[in-house]
């Protein structure tokens, strides 16, 4: 039990890097805002979820930016740590646009914050893919967390590299990986 705890607790500091895979808004509206609040990695403040909730409640906004304004308050209540609040969010975008591939990526690294559910956050990191997210690195990685937590350290060894060769200049998957050895057979 302790060493899932540490597991655990390593895992869930992994996963302290910013959701950030916000949808684009256009324009000088509450939901650009919204969008940039998201979009900038800042330490979020329940300030910035204002202008998310003038759009969502006041603007006429198109279906896209709907969806997109529901992802983006999602990541900032994510940051805000209020998860059950931004896994509604990550739902309602999917609700209304079922191929929102950051919906699934963002409540993938909600489900990381469960101890229990890695296997859940595993098959929305695999959704977020197949769905061509804008963000494939932060899938991998957030995968191999996942992997990670199972038990699957091969696994979660070719994601960290497989983040790492979709952005190589992101410093945590490489850090990731230089805990491994990897010995020939």
């Known amino acids: 039990m302790i060493v899932r705890t540490i597991l655990f607790t390593a ?3 992994a996963i302290a890097w910013p959701a950030a895979a916000a949808v684009t808004v256009l324009g000088s509206s509450s939901a650009r805002m919204c969008y940039l609040s998201a979009e900038n990695g800042v330490r979020a403040v329940p300030a910035n979820l204002a202008d998310c909730d003038t759009a969502l409640g006041s603007e006429g906004l198109t279906d896209a930016d709907r969806v997109a304004t529901f992802v983006n308050r999602g990541i900032l ?3 805000l740590g209020r998860l059950g609040e931004a896994n509604a969010d990550f739902d309602a975008a ?3 646009d079922p191929d929102q591939a950051e919906a699934y990526l963002n409540k993938g690294m909600v489900a ?9 956050a595993l098959s929305l990191f ?3 893919l197949a769905k061509q997210t804008t963000r494939p690195e932060l899938a991998y990685y957030g995968r191999a967390v996942a992997n990670e937590m199972g038990g699957r350290i091969k696994a979660a060894y070719l994601d960290y590299r497989q983040a790492s060769s979709l952005a190589p200049k992101w410093s945590e998957p490489k850090t990731e990986l230089a805990r491994f050895t990897v010995r020939q057979p």
Do not use: V
Request: no cysteine.
């Open 77 to 79: 209540k994510l940051r």
């Open 112 to 120: 990381l914050r469960s101890e229990d559910s890695w296997q859940q």
């Open 94 to 96: 999917i609700a209304q």
């Open 11 to 13: 895992a869930a500091a």
């Open 126 to 128: 695999d959704t977020a």
